[in-house]
């Protein structure tokens, strides 16, 4: 639905929500309101239909019904993870540095209040060395480390993480894995159970292409009472008492736009993705002032690219530039993390599309 010439490069964000999903979430919202009470409670007509995207998104996720939980995003089934895992005084929790604040800001809550710690294990934006990276993770666990939280897919750079890896040294030291799933899920594909990680937090808007404000929430049953959400003190179900009255028809929305992903197939999704963030790449490397950074095309890519820009040019300001004189839409990275931009390419972009990008990038830099 997007507004006539718009170059929309920028999934890795928001996602934009397929015309047939979005009538779906209006044709769920308008059976709900025919009657409130009877549709949306028990066995009502929408909340079951809500319900039955836990189904959707285990299929895609390699797990079952029961072990996910529908949430408003990332950010939303971090902060649930945070909340729901056990902590004494002086416990250590190990990220790295190059968290999204979705997935960092929940653990430094937690610490401000309950005397914890976090420790941080540091990625370069040029480093894409994951063997190197599992060595700091293994060499950064102590004595009081009980959770490991981390990125599956670096946000700035496209770095895919030794996610199994990673998940095997936490369960090898009784050590909680949690993984920010955010860049991951309906752009590559995703096995939770092959991972091994005990929770696995996305969203449903970004490369899922849901309704804006949803989000899956993966725990594994056999973290038993490691983690336990508040949300399932009465049931697992969508739109259960502990739960209370969710958005069933955005999750029902959330449900059709997961089956259009699997009925494209993840490894095609994935396949299209990457060649065209690779076409990217290379274009990119052309240019002139600017430096890529995150892993070049090979094995373990995603679809997402980015690189530096000159210091003297505020990335904020060229990504403002790039939309109002180009009709172009990419993330700036803030300069905490490399003052440049990103690109995040999905089913419905083209090469056409990156040589558009390419060709107003090398306007703006001259």
Not at 84 to 92: L, S
Not at 305 to 310: D, E, G, H, K, W
Request: aromatic share 4%; proline share 5%.
């Amino acid at each position: 639905m997007f507004r006539p010439g718009l170059v929309y490069l920028n999934t890795a964000s928001l996602g934009p929500t397929p015309r047939p999903v979005f009538e779906r979430v209006l044709a769920a919202w308008r059976e709900l309101e025919t009657n409130p009470v009877l549709n949306a409670y028990g066995t009502g007509s929408v909340v079951v239909a809500a319900d039955a995207a836990r189904g959707e998104a285990a299929a895609l996720l390699g797990c079952t019904a029961d072990e996910i939980l529908i949430t408003r995003g990332t950010t939303d089934g971090m902060i649930t993870l945070a909340n729901a895992v056990r902590f004494e005084r002086g416990d250590h929790i190990l990220i790295t540095d190059q968290e999204h604040e979705g997935g960092e800001a929940c653990w430094a809550h937690r610490a401000r209040r309950e005397g914890l710690h976090i420790d941080r294990v540091a990625i370069a934006p040029e480093e894409h060395d994951t063997a190197a990276i599992l060595q700091r993770f293994a060499d950064a666990i102590g004595p009081a480390t009980r959770v490991i939280s981390v990125s599956h897919v670096i946000t700035t750079t496209g770095l895919r993480m030794p996610i199994a890896e990673i998940s095997a040294l936490a369960r090898a030291r009784n050590i909680v894995c949690i993984v920010d799933g955010a860049q991951a899920v309906g752009a590559i594909h995703v096995d939770v159970k092959a991972l091994g990680c005990h929770a696995y937090a996305t969203s449903g808007h970004k490369w899922l292409m849901g309704p804006k404000g949803t989000g899956l929430l993966y725990v594994n049953r056999e973290a038993g009472t490691l983690i336990e959400p508040a949300q399932w003190e009465l049931g697992h179900n969508y739109g259960s008492e502990s739960t209370g009255t969710s958005p069933q028809p955005l999750a029902i929305g959330l449900g059709a736009a997961i089956a259009a992903m699997r009925a494209i197939g993840m490894e095609n999704v994935e396949r299209h993705n990457v060649a065209l963030r690779n076409h990217a790449w290379h274009a990119i490397s052309a240019l002139p002032h600017v430096q890529l950074v995150g892993p070049p095309p090979g094995p373990g890519n995603t679809p997402l690219v980015a690189f530096r820009i000159p210091a003297e040019i505020v990335a904020r300001d060229l990504r403002i530039r790039l939309t109002q004189r180009h009709n172009v839409v990419v993330k700036s990275a803030e300069a905490r993390w490399l003052n440049g931009l990103r690109l995040s390419p999905h089913l419905f972009n083209t090469e056409a599309d990156v040589a558009a990008a390419i060709a107003a990038l090398g306007t703006e830099l001259g």
